[in-house]
Nanobody, 125 residues
């Protein structure tokens, strides 16, 4: 079992920055990857970014490429998402997730085995 707890959300003006964190409990050594997803009101949950836990290979949605950076601190069992140049359309609840195997597509919601409760990010115009 992996427990995930996000933090760092909040209200920011357009063009501003936020850094999200996701603390993971035990079994991080057996994780294949971790990712960030977001869900806006009335919309489906969508992929934002992912990183392989061991090798640090990163993946990004086109909508955030060049603005967001995903990283992880293996010693602290913590995942991060640095978000710069935020836009109102980035407003959503952001969830971190853990993927235990390399099977299936890394950007697919259904590929992930454990999820955090989410943290709200609101970007005002």
């Amino acid at each position: 079992q992996v427990q995930l707890v996000e933090s760092g959300g909040g209200l920011v003006q357009a063009g501003g920055s936020l850094r999200l964190s996701c603390a993971a409990s035990a079994r991080t050594f057996s994780m294949y990857a971790m990712g960030w997803f977001r869900q806006a009101p009335g919309k489906e949950r969508e992929f934002v970014a992912a990183i392989t836990w061991s090798g640090g290979v990163t993946y990004y949605a086109d909508s955030v490429k060049g603005r967001f950076t995903i990283s992880r601190d293996k010693a602290k069992n913590t995942l991060y998402l640095q978000m710069n140049s935020l836009k109102p359309e980035d407003t959503a609840v952001y969830h971190c997730a853990a993927k235990m195997t390399s099977d299936y597509y890394i950007a697919a919601v259904t590929s992930y085995d454990y999820w955090g409760q989410g943290t709200q990010v609101t970007v005002s115009s």
